[in-house]
């Protein structure tokens, strides 16, 4: 995708090959700023801390973390190390085991002294199918878009709420649920997107409304609770959201915030959709109660950063002091709640059945 014109990645190699740069997303949409990234140890920081965010984008700053520990030190003990490392950094994102355990498949059967190298490859290859990925997402989700629009007889631009930031900057380009806008867009579809604004974080007002201003479609930030309201008056025709994690059965785990927004579809007949790819889907798991649901700092709920009169960013405090915070990041929706889960390899009803008649492979990791 473009910022000012010029095409970005959200993660990709410096000049020398081998240190990593990302977009550091904390500091957006008031400044665009990158960060070089040059030790394992930097790599998991920027997962924890969220310089870098997204199911997708947070697998493959792992896989090239692991690339960055082998530069330093190839050796079986710190290969184990570091994927613990990584590992730790969040709990709810099943793209990050995918990604490790990919890398680990790659470089545990060599000898050390090749590992660095295959580990760049590999780190290169996971980035560039996960835009394939994505791609795919967006021609698949762009047929839903357009069957609904003609629906209105064309008369009126098509509204879509979406929840969180589910773009090109949670992924390594394109991204998930606004894939299939992007692609509506380009093919000249007249969309407009209610975006949420997603608190604690508010990824939906910095990250997407950020967006999809660069990429010029119209849209509106509004506050969480206001998605209800606007079903109820016929001001929503679809919904798309991302996912962190999807159970065999179609469960989705998704930011705090997706399951209210689903149950709200849900009353007033809107279509609920959920865009991942195949590396978000946990066959493992049958049950969305299962899911580990990180828990992070209350201080994002009790603080807020902006941009005061003077242009200068400051985080203030919104709670009286001594009130303390429940700050849980994801929640689950069941999926009963899914209208269908839009893949890289088409679009499926959200359960076990549906998921696998597109990945039939995985009938005996789903068992």
């Not at 970005?8 to 070089?36: H, K, M, N, S």
């Not at 998605?227 to 109820?232: I, N, S, V």
Request: hydrophobic share 40%; glycine share 8%; aromatic share 6%.
């Amino acid at each position: 995708m473009k910022i000012d014109g010029r095409p970005y990645r959200t993660i990709w190699l410096a000049d020398d090959g081998r240190r990593v740069q990302v977009i550091d997303q904390r500091r957006l949409p008031f400044e665009f700023a990158v960060v070089t990234l040059a030790t394992v140890a930097e790599a998991a920081e920027a997962i924890r801390n969220m310089t870098v965010r997204g199911a997708p984008l947070i697998g493959a700053t792992a896989a090239y973390g692991m690339a960055l520990a082998m530069k330093a030190d190839p050796s079986d003990m710190h290969l184990n190390q570091s994927l613990a490392l990584l590992r730790a950094a969040r709990p709810t994102a099943v793209n990050l085991a995918w990604a490790l355990e990919e890398m680990r498949s790659c470089l545990m059967p060599l000898e050390p002294k090749s590992r660095a190298d295959a580990a760049y490859k590999r780190a290169a290859v996971i980035c560039d199918e996960d835009v394939a990925q994505c791609r795919a997402i967006g021609e698949h989700g762009h047929k839903i878009i357009a069957r609904l629009w003609e629906g209105l007889n064309r008369n009126s631009a098509i509204d879509i709420l979406t929840h969180c930031n589910a773009g090109w900057l949670a992924c390594v380009d394109w991204g998930t649920a606004l894939a299939p806008i992007y692609a509506a867009h380009d093919a000249g579809i007249p969309v407009h997107v209610w975006v949420d604004e997603t608190r604690p974080r508010n990824q939906g007002a910095s990250l997407t409304a950020y967006e999809l201003k660069s990429h010029g479609v119209p849209h509106t930030v509004i506050a969480d609770n206001t998605g209800g309201h606007l079903m109820q008056h016929d001001r929503v025709q679809m919904v798309i959201v991302g996912s962190d994690r999807t159970t065999a059965h179609g469960d989705v785990c998704n930011k705090v915030g997706t399951y209210l927004k689903a149950l709200a579809a849900h009353d007033n007949g809107v279509p609920f959709y959920v865009a991942l790819p195949s590396t978000t889907i946990d066959w493992s798991l049958q049950n969305g109660a299962d899911i580990p649901i990180e828990e992070r700092d209350a201080r994002e709920l009790t603080h807020i950063t902006g941009r005061n009169a003077a242009g200068v960013c400051e985080t203030v405090q919104i709670v009286p002091d001594g009130s303390p915070g429940l700050n849980i990041a994801f929640d689950v929706t069941p999926s009963r709640y899914v209208t269908g889960l839009i893949t890289e390899r088409g679009v499926c009803k959200a359960s076990r059945e549906g998921l696998l008649g597109l990945y039939p492979e995985r009938r005996s990791a789903a068992e």
